[in-house]
């Protein structure tokens, strides 16, 4: 295998059942996903915004952050919408 990676949707919302109910727990989870990944050898992690969900606005913050907590892993876009 020459690279295997991951795309992380980035949704949170306040529903009973919930495990991502804020923004803040979507970026911990987010951060906390690619350094596991990094640490059994996962080559790639990206971050999308969908349409119209309710997501960070922004993704090069929470790139920034992945790539400071990792040694290895690529992080990068997905996709980024047209809004």
């Known amino acids: ?10 949704h949170y919302s306040p529903l ?36 119209f969900e309710k997501q960070a606005a922004g993704p090069i913050p929470l790139l920034s952050t992945m790539a400071a907590k990792t040694k290895r892993i690529e992080v990068g876009t997905g996709v980024i919408d047209m809004r």
Do not use: C, W
Not at 1 to 10: I, P, T, V
Not at 29 to 38: G, I, K, M
């Open 1 to 10: 295998m020459k690279a295997f990676g991951f795309l992380s949707f980035g």
């Open 16 to 51: 009973p059942g919930s495990q991502t109910r804020t923004a803040g727990e979507m970026l911990r989870q987010t951060v906390d996903l690619a350094v596991a990944a990094d640490e059994i050898g996962v080559n790639g992690a990206y971050v999308r915004v969908h349409h």
